[in-house]
């Protein structure tokens, strides 16, 4: 099932819509799951998406990994599977994302991000509203 939404994700992202799907799916999932199968996912997608979108092979994995590692290290110092930490790891994520990839209108971009980050996380994570 995790892979088949993945697979989705880079389709969506590679051939229709400019939003990270993917990097999003990868966020929620490496919250979800803690596990090292993140990364290699991470990788795989990036892989894929690179070739989409025919830049230099290994752009986006390296992002992906960089970014993934770095939530996982601030694991142990703060609760990132609360609402705040995932509006504010999108909102840093994406504008980094779309400022390396060159992308224009990276502000409306980058909300609009945020807006489905924080309902794909009212769905996956499952947090009231109040714990901002």
Not at 51 to 57: C, M, P, T
């Amino acid at each position: 099932m995790i892979f088949l939404l993945l697979i989705l994700a880079i389709i969506l992202e590679g051939s229709f819509i400019s939003i990270p799907f993917v990097f999003l799916f990868l966020l929620f999932f490496a919250l979800k799951n803690r596990s090292l199968w993140v990364f290699a996912l991470a990788f795989i997608s990036g892989i894929l998406l690179d070739s989409f979108f025919l830049r230099n092979l290994g752009q986006t994995s390296i992002f992906f990994l960089i970014f993934l590692f770095a939530v996982m290290l601030y694991e142990r110092k703060f609760e990132i599977a609360s609402l705040s930490f995932v509006l504010i790891s999108s909102f840093v994520g994406s504008f980094i994302y779309f400022l390396i990839l060159g992308e224009a209108f990276v502000i409306p971009k980058v909300l609009v991000t945020c807006i489905l980050a924080f309902l794909l996380s009212r769905i996956f994570i499952k947090q009231r509203i109040t714990s901002i």
